[in-house]
Structure formats: structure tokens, C-alpha cells
């Protein structure tokens, strides 16, 4: 079924069932995206998509990556709320995303488009960069396409970490298939595999790692 | 569960039966004795007590038809516990020790003596109350789903059935199709007790009408809020009253299967619940042909595993399926996709609670009490820096005054009141200014706070708002699951900003930088964990900027009780050398002699606030500086200035 609805004051046509994020794709209106596979189920945790939606006069912000199409669903991608969102997310991810005092990749690009302050936080900032910005593509794209659950999530909060996990990560060798995948590039670059070497869950909880 | 225990109920008649038959045996008369076990009496050692009553009893020959002894639920008077009641004459005792057992079981329990000491005494008026309904605690709420708690051992169904438990399911089952028992639940206008004050009606109706089979029931008893603990006193204290709501709700929804989810930390909701559903089934209350009226039902406890935010529903629904408690993007709602993508309807332990009342009573009854948009009473967690803490229930309209001053008391040590957080880590700070605003869903989101699940934790002049702004995100950024950018950055970032602040490290820009991070986690978080953390942020801002700008320019806590911020100093013009301050200091910080003035040697000090609190109110000399200069001590070996006597 086709459904009729507005996306940044043109009227566009998408199929049911479809993102607004998708939608927004065919009809050559580019929405940022951190977290975004195209092969993977929408998981809607970086919030950079998130766009306008109006409805029966009620205006939300929604990420566009898992909202569906409506019909006479009103959609704006940008706007002065929307680039607020997305600079300050920048400038809030930038912190962790960070090498040598810089930014790279899509994360760079995107900070000088919304002219995010990516030092804004620095000052207060004690951590060390992990360089992981949690999008989840890896663990997902393992998960889902690869379908060997080499690397997952493990820890809550700001302990939340990507891993590999050591008794299944030897496929990672030849695999390799998150390397490219990696939005920061900490994979590619920290992944020789010495690492991972006598890792284990169980150091992780206890706090060893 | 005596005789009936193999016996399934399988009609309205048997059912009423029973019930005659367990009144039949009990003498309205005869004296018992219940002992609260909840939570916090239990703390106190409550559960010894019981026992010291049940031996006691027995050692004086009063067991049996004579007298009784039971132990109930949390009663909710837990500043004044152990609390004891004595029926029929409803005689409350408090702060009970065990060596007033034997006392009360010769004086009260055989000869009816009221014994006076251990009453409760009005410390306003200094009168000694008898009764608990007369104790103004008590006498200014209103009772409604909380007041079987004092008559009931959770763990017998008949305590319950003698109540008239039940009758609400007959009458749903058996008189009223599942569409009128929706109806009457709509016309209601019963809103989620939870947080959020969703009409619980039409959440029911879009998990009726929401395709896809089977549909499931979830009763969330996964409260975690600072200081909250309403939902865990129901659960323990009356655990059928929630099942029979979620019963009559199942019937309603057209479900056939429930769950019931109680939190880690929660063991006796978890016992209770487990055996309330035992009993219920062993009677015909769930499972097949549930009082002959066809319809099925089953109920699973799942125990959480000690994540606050697994008390959002899509997160608590992920945990039944097996998997980590993280929210999802549900913009389809639960109702519709929840369990294994099915309609799933999940409701608070306080509203399945209602739903019993609604149907015995009517909805016409239920929308007598209330304002026009908050109907039915709600119960809150009166905690903080309030003479009575404890479990109240009140109507809503209610103003957080009478809540604070009729029921609590008031502010202890003759402080002044200065703000009262509602809605715990997702509510906000209401000033003092709006003391008189009446308690109500809409009244209190209004004020950027919100109802929340009804933690209400009172604060006084000493609290700092910035303090208390970063202990609520602080716990917040322990309790996000870390999924998306917003909630997990923002949060880190705010307790950052925040903690600085209070350790007088504060910058030009903090202000705006919080504000900025706290509108993005509004508009764009994941979950409701992210989009309401940082009400508490926002709130003090709002109603306390001026604290804000003290700490950032002047390096100032005016409550003073930011410790990096504030010296203490010993006034030499008031110390008479006591020396009262120097035995308590726990670091030797302070130094003096007999008749010698005593002063602070500020790098030893740890701020404990001991002196402080020591020093007797008739000298005064322990002062707190923030902001100024700290004055010089006093040369050495400074005499002591005495008042001559006149």
C-alpha cells in the first residue's frame, strides 16, 4: 500500500511498512545517521536521524531510523530544534570519539556541518577516550549477517563496552567483516588480536579489565 | 487454607460459602494482636517480636480461641516502628522492644489495660493517642488500597477472602462481560499509577483490539526509585489484591496468561506473590474454568535481576523473553508489540490494586474522589527531612502542605521547609512558593515536575539544590543501560558539570551548558529513563538559579552543605570550652584546652558537620562559613570570656 505524506514541505510517496529514514533515502533527502546499516535492523541509539514529526497537530521528535510512515504524516529533517539536537550530540560524542585531540570519518564531517564545538566539554571530561562511540554496528552486523556472536555488549552505562569475545573471536581473523564497518575506525586500528588474548567475561565483571 | 485446600472453587455460591464459613469461625471480638512486618518494622526486628507475642501468648495460656497473634504487611507509620495494633479496640502501640511483650499480653491482651507508654504521644499537643485511626497520621488519609495492609497476613488467602476478597472477580467473571468490566474501567478514569498517568482504560482497550494472540497481563513490581517503596508494601503486604486486579484486567483484555514481575530486590514481594499465586490457584481464582465461569488463566512471577531501568516497559519486557533488560524504540506501543512481539498490557502494582475497588464500587464512586483529571487516592513514600516518614495514601487534590504538615508533621528540628522533590530521579524539585498546589497528575507536570510513582522526598534549608541536582542524575547515570547517546553522554556529562559545581570548580558556561544537554536528552533519548533524567536539573535551575550562580561566581553554598565549599569555625567570643567538640571530632581537628577558646585546624577537618551538630544550642559557637573568608584562630592560649553573674 502507498501512503502519501510530507517530508520537508513536498508531498512524497513511500510504501507501508517503511522508516521515515528509508523514505526520506528515495526521495534524495539525506538524513546523518551513526548507527544506520542498511542490512540491519533499525536500533536507534545514536539519535543523530532524529527529525520532526507532526501529528493531528502534535509536534515530537522521533529517530527516523525506526519511526514508520504515516499517512499525511508532516516530517521535517531540519530545523533550527532538530540542528540543536544533532550539533549537541556531536559535541557530546566527540568527547569519546576523540584521537589525539581530533575528530575523523563521518563524525568529523558531521561536527562541521552543524558547527559542533567538539572541545566544548573537554574541561570537564576525566575520562580517557575509548575511541567507541557504542553505535553497535559490529556486535549487530556479527550478530545478524555474520551469525557468529563474536563480539558483544557487556557493562551498563558509562561502562558499557564492545567486545570481542575471546573463544569465539578466533573467526574474527578471517573475517574481519566489522572492520569496515567501524565509524571511528577503533577496530581496524586496535584489533591485532594481542589484545584479546586471555580476556575473559569474568575479568571484565570483576572489574580487572 | 484449611479445609478448602483441595477444593476449587466453581461458583459465586461456593465462593460466599467459603467466606461465611471462615467469618463463621472467627469472633469478631476476640482480641489480636498484629504485628506489622513490613519492610522497615521488620528492620527494627518486628519479626521477633511476633514471634516473643506468639510464645508469650502461648506461655500465659491465652492461645487459641482467647487471643491471636498475626503478622501483617507494612501498616505505613514506619518513623514510630515496630508498630503493633490490638483488635477489636484498634489499641496502637509503637516503637515496640521485645521486653514489652509480656506486658502487653497480661495487661492489654487478657485484661484490656491500655498500657501508656507505649502509645503514641502528639508532639504538638503532647497528648497520648489510643487509637491509630485518631493518630493524625493516619486520621488525614485516605485508606483505600493500602488500608487492608493492618488486618491481613499476606500469606493466608482467607485473611483476604474474609475481607471480602475476591468479590470484585466473582462479580467481573460472572455478572459482567468482558466488555462492561472495560467499560466500567474507562468510565473510571483510572490513570497508571507507574510514572507516567497513561489512562489505564485505553491501554486495556488497545491491547484487546491490538491483532495477535496470545496477549499477555505484566504487573510491574520493578520500583526502584530513591526513597520509594509503595509498591514493594503492597506486594508484600497484600499480594491478592493485586492479582485480583489482574485478573478481572486479563478478563477484560481477553488474555489468557500473565506475568508478574518483582525486582531482585524484592525477596519478600517475591515469597508473597509466589504463595499468593499457589493459594489463589489451589482455590479456582486462576487456572482453569476460574469459578466455573470458563475462563483461563495463568500467572508467572519473573524476578528481575537488579536494573532500575528494566522497569521501563520495553526493557521489562525484553527480561521475560530471556533477554538483557534494555528499552527498544517502541513507536509502536507495548500494548500493541510487547512480548514476542505481542500485545502486551502492562500495568503498576498500586493500579492493578484499584481495579478490585472499581468494580465493587463503581466508577461513579471512583470519580468521587479526586480532582478533575486525577481520580482514586495514591500512595506515596513520605521520606527526607519529615517528623513522620512513612507509607501515606491520600486523595488526590491533596495539597503537598497538607501532605507535608497534616500527615508528616512537619519539618524536624524546627527547621524551615524549602522544596520537596516528587516523581523520584524523573521528577523534579517543587518550591516552596508552590506548597499549596494540589497533588495531581497534571498540577505537578505543570510545576517540570511530575507524579511519578509517588517517591516524596522533603527537603529543609540545609539541603543544597545543586547537590541534590547531581545526587538524582548521578544515580540515574548509574542506572542508564549506556544504549543511546543522548541518556549515556548526557548524563555522564551532567554529573560531571554538576559534581564540579559542587566542589566549587564551576565555570562561566556550566548554566547553559546543562541546560543544552538536558533539552537534548528531553527531545531525544531512547526511553523515558533518558527523557525525564534530567527533570532534576532542570528543576533547580529553574526555581534555584541563584544557588547555581553562588557556586559557579562566589564559590558559595548557601545552604552550606556543599563540603569543598564550606569551613567550619569555632566563634572564640561564644566558646566557653566545653569541650564537647573536641571528644567528638573523629580527626583530632580540633585543638583547645580547659578554659582555653578551641579552634579548627582546617587541614585536619573533614567536614563531618559533628561540631556542629554538637556544640550545645546554648552556646552556638560552631559556625559554618561559605563564601567569606575564614576569620583567623584565635592566638594561642586565648582565655575563655565568661558572662559575670550579675
Redesign the interface.
Known sequence: MTITFQLDGKEVKAREGMTILEAAQEAGIKIPTLCYHDKLK??????IC?VEVERKGRVR???SC???VEQGLVVRTRSP?ID??RK??LE??A??AMVNGDVAGEIKKLAKEYVANIH??E?????EPTRC??CGQCVRYCDEIVGKHAIG?V??????RAVFFPEKAKVCLTCRACFDLCPTGKIPSETDFVVFDGFSIDDYLAGKL | MKDMSNKRLSSVKELEELRQEILSKRDPDKPIITVCTGTACQAYGSLKIYQEFADEIRKQRLEGAVVEAKATGCHGFCEQGPVVVIFPQEICYVKVKLEDVPEVVSATLAQGQVIERLLYKNPVTGEKITKDPDIPFYKNQMRIIFGNNRYINPREIDDYIARGGYSALSRALLQMSPKEVLDEIKKSNLRGRGGGGFPTGIKWETTKNAPGEPKYVIVNCDEGDPGAYMDRSLMEGNPHSVLEGLIIGAYAIGSHEGFIYVRQEYPIAFENTIQAIKQAEECGFLGENILGSGFDFRVKVHRGAGAFVSGESSALMSAIEGKVGEPKMKYIHTAVSGIKGKPSCLNNVETWANVPHIINKGAAWFNSIGTDNSKGTKIFSLVGKVNNTGLVEVPMGMTLRQLIYDIGGGIPKGKKFKAVQTGGPSGGVIPERYIDTPIDFDELTKLGSMMGSGGTVVMDEDTCMVDTARYFISFCCEESCGKCIPCREGLRMLKEILTDICEGKGQEGDIEAIEDIAKVMQDASLCALGTTAANPALTTLKYFRNEYEAHIKDKRCPAKACKALTSYYIDPEKCTACRICFRNCPTEAIHGDKNIVHWIEQDKCIKCNTCFEVCPPRFNAVRRISGQPLPPPPAPGTKVIREKKR
Open positions: 533499525p536500533y536507534g541509539v545514536c539519535r532524529s521528535i522521533v529517530a525506526g519511526y514508520p530544534r540543536r539536537i549537541i550530540l557530546l560524542i568527547l569519546t566544548r566539554f574541561s570537564h571530561f576525566k575520562t562511540i557504542l555488549f557493562g551498563r552505562g558509562i561502562d558499557r
